[in-house]
């Protein structure tokens, strides 16, 4: 079956505790991106990255580090995570059409609150 | 101010009518997505309009594009009550060298049964 996998799906942790959030997909898609979701202000992009090994910045990447060592993974690391970065994290992927960027396929969701 | 924005921010209809939610955007874009969520799930992707297309159907979805006033609108026809979700617009554009999918915040619709 087509899809993205977010692993854990709720995390709760303290502030500076260094976390990593997996996201895999297996639909061979060259661009995948990070997004939060915080109430009253949408879905905002952190990072995101076009192909292996080439990824940069969203809107909101302060906090945040990503990597792409292999197509599939795109994980989401937070070096030292602080109160206003409990949010509610999706990672997306997709095919390209040149520079388009296709239909996005979601992940789940991972639920992260930060104490 | 936001790439896109939907109007209404939130929209309560009766089972069976129609719901239009509407999408304006700032920039000049390659495509238009539109997408729902169910409460606290992951997007799931309705309709992509490319920038040189005007209407596109699928199933009760109507989506149109008019890229002179960078807009397009969501039409949904009979609604049921499995409709009641947030929908987003998100559009692709290259915006300062970066190639973005930006999502507008989305608007709540409820459909009463």
């Known amino acids: 079956e087509a899809q993205v996998t977010q692993n854990p799906r709720y995390l709760i942790t303290v502030t500076g505790k260094k976390l990593t959030v997996t996201c895999s997909q297996n639909?061979?898609?060259?661009?995948m991106s990070w997004y939060r979701q915080d109430p009253g202000l949408g879905l905002r992009q952190i990072y995101y990255?076009?192909?292996?090994?080439?990824?940069d910045k969203g809107d909101v990447p302060e906090g945040y580090k990503v990597s792409r060592k292999e197509k599939r993974n795109f994980p989401l690391i937070l070096e030292s995570p602080s109160p206003n970065q409990t949010s509610l994290y999706f990672c997306?992927?997709?095919?390209?059409?040149?520079?388009?960027?296709?239909?996005?396929?979601f992940g789940p969701g991972t639920r992260l609150l930060v104490l | 101010s936001q790439q896109g924005e939907e109007d209404p921010q939130a929209l309560s209809i009766q089972e069976g009518e129609n719901a239009t939610m509407n999408c304006s955007y700032k920039t000049s874009i390659n495509n238009l997505q539109w997408y729902r969520q169910n409460s606290g799930r992951g997007l799931v992707h309705l309709i992509l309009?490319?920038?040189?297309?005007r209407e596109k159907h699928s199933g009760r979805l109507r989506v149109t594009l008019d890229t002179s006033k960078k807009s397009s609108s969501l039409l949904i026809t009979a609604s049921r009550a499995a409709d009641t979700a947030s929908y987003f617009c998100a559009t692709d554009a290259r915006i300062q060298g970066a190639q973005k999918l930006v999502f507008g915040q989305g608007t709540r619709l409820t459909i009463n049964p």
């Open positions: 639909m061979n898609h060259e661009y």
């Open positions: 997306a992927s997709s095919p390209r059409l040149g520079w388009q960027v296709e239909t996005q396929y």
């Open positions: 309009i490319r920038s040189n297309e």
């Open positions: 990255s076009m192909n292996v090994e080439v990824t």
